[in-house]
């Protein structure tokens, strides 16, 4: 490694230590929006990245041996990881947490919540779709954390639930985004429809798709908006992780301009050499 990488990589791991605790809470709230609150062993190493735990945490968790998670059969006899809620405990999801900051209220937060929405330019909705949309903001939340049994598969509110699931999903990544495909492993356990990556784009003023080196990315639009009243925050490897890409970016230039330089030289090597060969004739 060189000495940039170096100091990244023990930048990180500072970091990672002092925040410990709120980055694995990352992980507990991803397992508890589970029907079982528990996730397979496969899945939850697939997720450990976007979350910002290192490659290797189930091998060598600290909560998994002192009981915070445990090992746990599913019900197809995969081995997963369990996580469970205390008897007066009450998990709350972020737009809930924003809410009450937002109410100054530190009660219970309020049964309906509406979107942040964030329209793209240029896009004008029929009078229609405006209605229903306005109608769909002030239908009953239902927190990705709660049981969602009862629900009707086929009514609008089931549908905000998902956007709700979602919603929450991306909070919870370093970087509030994800490759679309990524998430299709979560869809049986999260409650989630056979074809919920049409709410991406059904719901394009909560989430943006974006192409980038022939894979679709979601992103929570919400994340990157400065305006926004109360923030979504930050994951505290957010910085690091950026820095790590310019340092690639970097890297990229320095190879590039290498391969110019290799390319310079042969061209120089060969036009020396035909010098010499016509100055012998």
């Avoid at 009450?100 to 309020?110: A, F, M, V």
């Avoid at 798709?209 to 894979?215: A, C, D, I, V, W």
Wanted: hydrophobic share 40%.
């Amino acid at each position: 490694m060189t000495q940039d990488v170096a100091d990244l990589d023990r930048k990180e791991s500072e970091l990672y230590a002092v925040h410990r605790l709120e980055i694995v809470d990352r992980l507990r709230k991803l397992i508890l929006m589970s029907r079982e609150k528990r996730l397979p062993l496969r899945i939850v190493q697939g997720m450990l990245w976007y979350l910002g735990l290192p490659e290797d945490y189930l091998k060598s968790s600290k909560e998994i041996q002192n009981g915070y998670f445990q090992i746990a059969r599913m019900q197809d006899g995969e081995q997963g990881l369990n996580a469970s809620i205390g008897p007066n405990e009450e998990v709350i999801s972020v737009l809930q947490h924003n809410a009450l900051k937002l109410n100054g209220n530190n009660c219970w937060p309020p049964s309906v919540i509406k979107f942040s929405l964030f329209p793209s330019k240029g896009l004008c909705l029929k009078q229609k779709i405006e209605m229903w949309l306005d109608e769909f903001q002030i239908l009953q939340y239902v927190s990705p954390y709660e049981d969602f049994s009862t629900l009707n598969p086929n009514s609008d509110i089931s549908e905000k639930r998902v956007i709700r699931v979602l919603h929450e999903l991306l909070c919870l990544f370093f970087d509030n985004s994800a490759e679309r495909r990524r998430l299709l492993c979560l869809k049986k356990h999260l409650g989630l429809p056979q074809k919920f990556h049409k709410a991406f784009e059904c719901h394009s003023h909560v989430f943006y798709l974006l192409l980038k080196n022939k894979s679709c990315f979601v992103v929570l639009k919400e994340a990157y908006y400065s305006n926004s009243a109360i923030a979504i925050e930050t994951h505290p490897l957010f910085s690091v992780r950026n820095e790590y890409m310019r340092l690639m970016l970097k890297s990229e230039d320095i190879l590039r301009s290498r391969r110019g330089l290799k390319v310079f030289d042969k061209y120089s090597h060969e036009e020396s050499f035909d010098g010499l060969t016509d100055s012998v004739n």
